[in-house]
């Protein structure tokens, strides 16, 4: 059977519901879905969750989808960037779990893995500790330490993008894009994905496959693509 959908809403047809948790890969504005959030716009679904490393940026990437009110919470590590979930954030609006950048990156990893928690020294004695199971381990210098239990994410969906696939899913993914793309991608129930380019089965190394095919369920061509830019600087021309 075909992965390839012709377009981000079909290949969304029947998987996006009202109050499920989807796992985004990307990071800032680098390697996101963008097609598939927009589809997830159009639907028209909510109470949703994501589990994204950020939320974009005002009117890009998660930040689309605060704008119309679809997201009910966000398990993230960074928000700055987004004026809009920090209005919400602060009027009581949206619901916030803050997670530690690797921390998040190892719940997906733990959670496409089939593991349900793990232990981590990151976060004891802060905030991100509260509430949770707290052990003492020896660590690898043999002394006694305390850690905290994380729990690993099961999503419902993963959304991801890609830089190439073949026809039967293997992926690979291109620099920063990595960092939370191929965890997203194996901690969803469902995995769809975007890509911009699609070559035959066959024709990728097989030891540059970052995300072997039989994680991935569904795949589109979103390409061709704008680069977005979180922060535009520039300098005054200097006189000659």
Avoid at 107 to 112: C, D, I, L, S, W
Wanted: glycine share 12%.
């Amino acid at each position: 059977m075909s992965k390839l959908f012709p377009d981000a809403a079909s290949a969304l047809e029947g998987v996006i519901k009202n109050d499920i948790l989807i796992a985004a890969g990307g990071f800032g504005l680098c390697g996101i879905p963008e097609r598939l959030l927009d589809a997830i716009r159009d639907s028209g679904a909510t109470g949703l969750t994501f589990a994204s490393n950020n939320a974009g940026i005002d009117n890009e990437g998660i930040g689309k989808l605060l704008r119309t009110r679809q997201v009910k919470k966000m398990i993230s590590s960074y928000v700055g960037e987004n004026k809009e979930f920090e209005r919400q954030f602060l009027a009581g609006e949206l619901e916030v779990e803050f997670c530690p950048q690797g921390t998040l990156a190892e719940r997906m990893r733990a959670g496409g893995a089939g593991i349900p928690g793990f232990y981590t020294k990151t976060g004891v004695g802060t905030q991100v500790a509260e509430g949770k199971e707290h052990k003492v381990f020896a660590d690898r210098d043999g002394i006694d330490s305390t850690y905290i239990m994380e729990r690993g994410i099961f999503a419902d969906l993963a959304i991801v993008k890609a830089w190439k696939a073949d026809e039967t899913g293997n992926l690979m993914f291109r620099k920063t894009a990595r960092n939370f793309n191929q965890p997203a991608a194996t901690c969803g129930k469902i995995c769809v994905v975007e890509v911009e380019e699609i070559v035959p089965a066959g024709s990728l190394d097989p030891d540059a496959i970052h995300l072997p095919g039989v994680f991935v369920n569904r795949m589109i061509v979103g390409a061709p693509y704008d680069k977005q830019i979180e922060f535009r600087t520039t300098r005054e021309r200097e006189t000659a």
